[in-house]
């Protein structure tokens, strides 16, 4: 287990709450990019984990594996490669509960993994604000898991809260299968039908094999949008007002929409003939070259470093070169741009401007008129 001040190794693309594990515990953070698949982060490299983990002698790695666009890395390579270095593998795998459902990717805790995180309330019948933690084999102390746990979890848990859990987990045991092959049988359906129109495309199994991708998740329809001159907003907002269909997130290039066993089938078809006809009334226009590109943001100071030091807020397009004092990420789905203790760099500065214009969520702008954001007082 990590102590204070000690390496540690996250996926850049991980959430702002493994952020904020390493804010709080002081830990230095060293970064394992994700590889490109089309327009979002593909998997991890075994042999770029192996490099980092040398360069580092960290002792616990976290990823996140399924991501939230359906990306599954290669955990069981990940594991023999941590601990072939002494470390323990953390997998964040919020978005991969219902992965023990047949059809679904294999759970990374059945991959060898050493700890998995999953959000029960995301993909299978339960309450929000329900998870569960899977520890595996003995290399985890678990005394100390449960010290922690103790320390940052609340000491009046809710019983409504466990109750959902046992019952989305027995309703996963009794008919999930049976729900999954519906579901996926449906899914099939509606790949096929929206990416005949040769307008949208929505993304599966092409995807496995290359860019890190071990497998992919097919509950998830990432719907591209680059062969048109529609938006992933402007088609989430077609859907909202004349279809009434919610969807989970949208940027410019793509559209996501969650579904699972507790979803009406009949609702499902819909929404694939309401993605059909909107298709239907588009021109084909290929938008400029949308290829996903990590940008490797140089460090100055630890997140910890950061935070404490004195701060001032200025306008987005005077930060060029100043040092974040707070974390900027587009929500959903929460993954940082930039991180407390990086230096705000020119393609920072044009990303966030683009989310902005395009109407996305993004936190870390403390001012929405001028754009003003947080950076340390030097």
Do not use: W
Request: aromatic share 8%; with cysteine; glycine share 8%.
């Amino acid at each position: 287990m990590t102590a204070i001040g000690d390496n540690i190794i996250i996926g850049r693309n991980c959430h702002k709450s493994v952020y904020n594990a390493v804010e709080i515990r002081n830990l230095k953070p060293n970064y394992l990019y994700p590889e490109s698949a089309k327009f979002f982060d593909g998997g991890y490299s075994p042999e770029a984990l192996e490099e980092l983990l040398k360069e580092s002698g960290a002792k616990a790695v976290v990823i996140t594996s399924p991501t939230y666009e359906g990306v599954v890395s290669n955990i069981k390579e990940l594991v023999k490669v941590a601990h072939k270095n002494g470390a323990i593998l953390i997998v964040d795998s919020a978005h991969g509960a219902h992965f023990l459902l047949d059809g679904f990717p294999n759970p990374a805790y059945k991959e060898g993994a050493d700890i998995v995180i999953e959000s029960v309330h995301k993909t299978l019948p339960a309450l929000t604000q329900t998870a569960v933690l899977h520890v595996m084999g003995d290399r985890v102390d678990k005394e100390k898991l449960e010290s922690a746990l103790g320390t940052y979890q609340t000491s009046s848990p809710s019983y409504i809260f466990m109750a959902s859990i046992d019952e989305s987990y027995k309703i996963e045991r009794e008919v999930g299968d049976k729900k999954a092959e519906g579901l996926l049988k449906t899914l099939e359906e509606l790949r096929e039908n929206v990416n005949n129109t040769g307008k949208f495309f929505v993304c599966g199994k092409e995807l496995v094999g290359e860019n890190g991708v071990c497998d992919y998740d097919l509950g998830k329809l990432v719907i591209d949008l680059s062969k048109t001159n529609i938006t992933g907003t402007e088609l989430q907002k077609i859907l909202r007002e004349k279809y009434k269909f919610e969807t989970e997130m949208a940027n410019n290039q793509y559209v996501i929409a969650m579904t699972s066993i507790a979803d009406d089938l009949e609702k499902v078809k819909e929404f694939g003939e309401a993605l059909v006809e909107i298709a239907e009334g588009l021109e084909v226009s290929s938008k400029e070259d949308t290829e996903q590109t990590n940008v490797k943001n140089k460090v100055k100071y630890s997140p910890y470093e950061a935070i404490n030091k004195e701060a001032e807020v200025v306008s987005l397009y005077d930060a060029k070169g100043r040092v974040a004092g707070d974390y900027i990420y587009k929500y959903p789905p929460g993954i940082p741009l930039v991180v407390p203790g990086e230096i705000i760099s020119e393609n920072l500065i044009k990303e966030v401007e683009k989310s902005l214009e395009s109407g996305l969520q993004i936190k870390g702008i403390t001012d929405k008129i001028t754009s003003g954001i947080k950076v340390i007082k030097e």
